[in-house]
């Protein structure tokens, strides 16, 4: 079975100083791997994915996430926090040999950055 | 930019009655999906759409919700009757590419059934 593990519930940075989330995933095959951002009372943005190539992927407003294999990991990450990406975050994995699967998600991150 | 548009967004209901939410997806997008989001928690997936055709409906509680897509394009979700676990966030994606395709989500309904 598909699974997605967040394992912190909450993150607290110091706005400029880097910041990671973290995302472990299981699944049978080899994976297609999302970040997506939700703001209060709204849906959830997409941010990145990786599908195939570079292990390291860059998405939107800075965010870079890391696909390794061997640790069945997939760590959202920035290299100076702004205060607005105050949010929860959430993991989502696919299964690749699935055709038609949807993605299943992670219980999120709230990502709390501190002037 | 297009978006994924849904209404109402917000819906206060008391148990027992019926509650209809409504998708319009991206033009020229497929796959369209319903999620069921529960506060603190990340999105479940209700039923699929490839254009009229559900693919997988089967974490949808049959007895009471329904979903249909008749003409592949714009959707409804339907709960009769509303219990008071039903209080969530109901949230409609669409895709381009079922398969590698990252999702595009609306705003999302708020359910809160009293």
């Known amino acids: 079975a598909q699974s997605v593990a967040q394992p912190e519930d909450q993150v607290n940075v110091a706005e400029g100083n880097p910041l990671t989330v973290k995302c472990t995933y299981s699944?049978?095959?080899?994976?297609?791997l999302f970040w997506y951002v939700q703001y209060p009372n709204r849906g959830l943005q997409f941010l990145l994915k990786y599908i195939t190539g570079d292990n390291l992927v860059k998405g939107s407003y800075g965010f870079e996430a890391e696909f390794n294999k061997s640790q069945t990991s997939f760590h959202l990450k920035k290299p100076s926090a702004l205060v607005s990406d105050s949010a929860l975050y959430f993991c989502a994995v696919r299964d690749r040999r699935r055709s038609q699967g949807n993605l299943i998600f992670g219980k999120g991150t709230k990502l709390s950055v501190k002037p | 930019e297009a978006e994924v548009a849904q209404s109402p967004r917000y819906k206060i209901t008391e148990k027992s009655q019926a509650v209809a939410f409504w998708c319009d997806p991206i033009?020229?997008?497929?796959?369209l999906y319903w999620y069921r989001q529960i506060l603190g928690q990340g999105p479940e997936l209700l039923v699929q759409f490839q254009d009229e055709s559900v693919v997988d409906d089967s974490q949808l509680p049959k007895d009471r919700f329904s979903a249909e897509r008749l003409k592949g394009v714009d959707s409804t979700l339907k709960i009769q009757p509303a219990e008071l676990g039903d209080s969530a966030m109901y949230l409609c994606?669409?895709?381009?590419?079922?398969?590698?395709?990252?999702?595009?989500f609306g705003e999302g309904s708020r359910l809160t059934v009293l």
């Open positions: 699944v049978s095959g080899n994976p297609y």
């Open positions: 033009s020229g997008h497929a796959t």
């Open positions: 994606a669409s895709s381009r590419d079922i398969n590698t395709g990252e999702l595009f």
